[in-house]
């Protein structure tokens, strides 16, 4: 069976730092575009970042830029976001979610995807 486990999150203050981790099971990894997505209470859900099977390409959105990055492991089977000057309104349910591809698009929205995990909370406290 598929798998997706984020972990990682917490409370953390404005200007804080985490790194969120997604481990999978049950896929051929190296298949999967990887990527983040967000929710907000009362918010749609929001697409943070993507990043290529092999790791050698990632796109963002815009209010992330320069603070958060995506990496891969695909030794580990698992997919990394690393946040850096945190603010309030990066404060969400964060899900890792996996998208088989056999082309170069990271795609931006969430029906692309195949399979999500449960999502890891982040705080972040003023």
């Known amino acids: 069976q598929v798998q997706l486990v984020e972990s990682g999150g917490g409370l953390v203050q404005a200007g804080g730092s985490l790194r969120l981790s997604c481990a999978t099971s049950?896929?051929?990894?190296?298949?999967?575009?990887m990527g983040w997505f967000r929710q907000a209470p009362g918010k749609e859900r929001e697409f943070v970042g993507a990043?290529?099977?092999?790791?050698?390409?990632?796109r963002y959105v815009d209010s992330v830029k320069g603070r958060f990055t995506i990496s891969r492991d695909n030794g580990k089977n698992t997919v990394y976001l690393q946040m850096s000057s945190l603010n309030p309104e990066d404060t969400a349910l964060y899900y890792c979610?996996?998208?088989?591809?056999?082309?170069?698009?990271?795609?931006?929205?969430?029906?692309?995807?195949?399979?999500w995990g449960q999502g890891t909370q982040v705080t972040v406290s003023s």
């Open positions: 979610a996996a998208d088989f591809r056999q082309d170069a698009v990271l795609p931006g929205t969430a029906p692309n995807y195949d399979f």
């Open positions: 049950g896929l051929t990894f190296n298949n999967y575009v």
């Open positions: 990043i290529s099977r092999n790791g050698g390409n990632t």
